[in-house]
């Protein structure tokens, strides 16, 4: 039995540790909202740019595509872009991605591709470094950046499309957890290049049948949309990244200090009952004392 | 009657409102655009947007760069990847 005095050293250590959990919490709520709004905010260009891209997409086509949509016509070596937090406490959040990350991997390995990581964020690099050390292309840093944003999608499509142009690799998966709500974030896996055509019935929200006329051409519009377009996807990654961070966080810090105060209460009646014990224990010892006189 | 003129960018809707006119700094130069234009695309080089609330009023000039310009049934619509001002 522990005595009375490192029973209320205990007791005060867990109600830090829990005010630090409630902070971090209501901090993360705070953040949330932010992301959320901003994803939110982000989403008119993506759908336009969508729209765009499906409508031009359906006209070039054949020979004359862009390399960027049409691939290199092979399709041996794959480039997974994880995309993960730079900090911690946010749950099962980078465990899960990286899971998903390995999973596709090994399947890619399996069919006998190569298969490279190019790595967005801290928390991936430990444990896909622990079975993949060697297959780890590049680390991505996003922890200097308080605000996460356009400029480094931007860096980082950059970076995506020379090693696409130098040859490095065919084709590129992007890895990345979608928002669904605060207890929800699924980790997804997209290919990000060569670019999917997107579905052609967009077609009808971008103006129908109307003849529309290209400055310069079609070809030249979609060539400098295609890689505008690969940068909206990491964007939109990385805004997903930020608000599953917080959701994800949100509830683990409210698990933590819910765990907390149960443990609190535990203690102090265990801290009671020992006390009680005690005077017990005293009393006894003094009536006895007096009937033994 | 009034053109309808949006101008996003990628973390938001910048603009969006009924506007006389807009001269876009074209790839291929410039061109302005007025209600029920032709449906058509351009890219766009970095320059200058330049917005005129009303008929022969002083133009409202947006800086944009790495820009894309649209004109369909709804309008006029500029994606840029920056915008300044």
Known sequence: ????????????????????????????????????????AARPYAERLTGVMASLASKVSGDSAPKLLAGTGADQRHLL??????????????????????????????????????????????PIKRDYAERIEKHFDTSEVRNIGFPEAEAIADDLIERFEKGEFDIAHLVYPVFKSALAQDPT?????????????????????AVVSYEPGEEEILEELLPRYVKTQLFGALLE?????????????????????????????????????????????IIAGAEAL | MALHFELVAPAKLVRSDDVHMVVVPGTDGEFGVLEGHAPFMSTIRDGAVQVFKTEGG????????????EVGENGLTVLAEHVEG
């Open chain 2, 58 to 69: 002083t133009p409202e000039t947006i800086e944009v760069r790495g820009g894309f310009a």
């Open chain 1, 189 to 209: 896996v997209d290919q990000l290049i060569p670019v999917p055509s997107p579905e052609t019935d967009a077609t009808a929200a971008t103006g129908g049948d």
């Open chain 1, 1 to 40: 039995m522990a005595s009375l005095k490192e029973l209320k050293g205990r007791i005060n250590s867990v109600k830090s540790t829990q005010k630090i959990t409630k902070a971090k919490q209501m901090v993360a709520a705070a953040k949330l909202r932010r992301a959320q709004a901003a994803a939110e």
């Open chain 1, 241 to 285: 990244r930020e608000a599953s961070e917080q959701g994800a966080s949100m509830t683990a810090m409210d698990n933590a200090t819910r765990n907390a105060g149960d443990l609190i209460n535990k203690l102090t009646i265990q801290y009671n009952r020992s006390r009680q014990a005690a005077i017990t224990t005293e009393l006894i010892e």
């Open chain 1, 81 to 126: 872009v994880v995309v993960n937090t730079d900090k911690g406490l946010c749950g099962g959040l980078n465990a899960n991605i990286v899971k998903a990350a390995k999973a596709k991997a090994r399947a890619l390995i399996a069919e006998g591709k190569d298969v490279q990581f190019y790595l967005v964020g801290k928390k991936g690099r430990a």
